[in-house]
Nanobody
Framework: QVQLAESGGGLVQPGGSLRLSCVAS????????VGWFRQAPGKEREGVSC????????YYVDSVKGRFTISRDDAKNTVYLQMDNLKPEDTAIYYC???????????????????????WGRGTQVTVSS
């Protein structure tokens, strides 16, 4: 059974940092495109970042470019999202997900449409507030 488990969320002040982890069981993450997503209260789930492999350029949405860094440790079957210079508008539940492996992959991954991703974790809460 495929399971993704996010951790690392919490309460942080504006300008602070958090590192989220996405650990997989039941599958080998290095064979999958992995994405991070978030959903704020009353808003639709949105894509944040995705990664194909350590050798390819990851993708970031404009709102997090220069502040968030996605990485993967295939030996630990884990993908990370380092979040620096956090802002109140980053407050959301953060989810990781794996892309359907049957879909074609270009040089750069994409977080949209969300339907490309078919295995999801339960999320971890990130709250940015003073």
């Amino acid at each position: 059974q495929v399971q993704l488990a996010e951790s690392g969320g919490g309460l942080v002040q504006p300008g602070g940092s958090l590192r989220l982890s996405c650990v997989a069981s039941g599958l080998t993450l290095k064979y999958y495109v992995v994405g991070w997503f978030r959903q704020a209260p009353g808003k639709e789930r949105e894509g944040v970042s995705c990664i194909i492999s350590t050798k390819r350029r990851p993708y970031y949405v404009d709102s997090v470019k220069g502040r968030f860094t996605i990485s993967r440790d295939d030996a630990k079957n884990t993908v990370y999202l380092q979040m620096d210079n956090l802002k109140p508008e980053d407050t959301a539940i953060y989810y990781c997900a794996t892309e359907n492996p049957e879909l074609p992959v270009g040089n750069v991954c994409d977080v949209y449409p969300l339907s490309r991703y078919d295995s999801w974790g339960r999320g971890t809460q990130v709250t940015v507030s003073s």
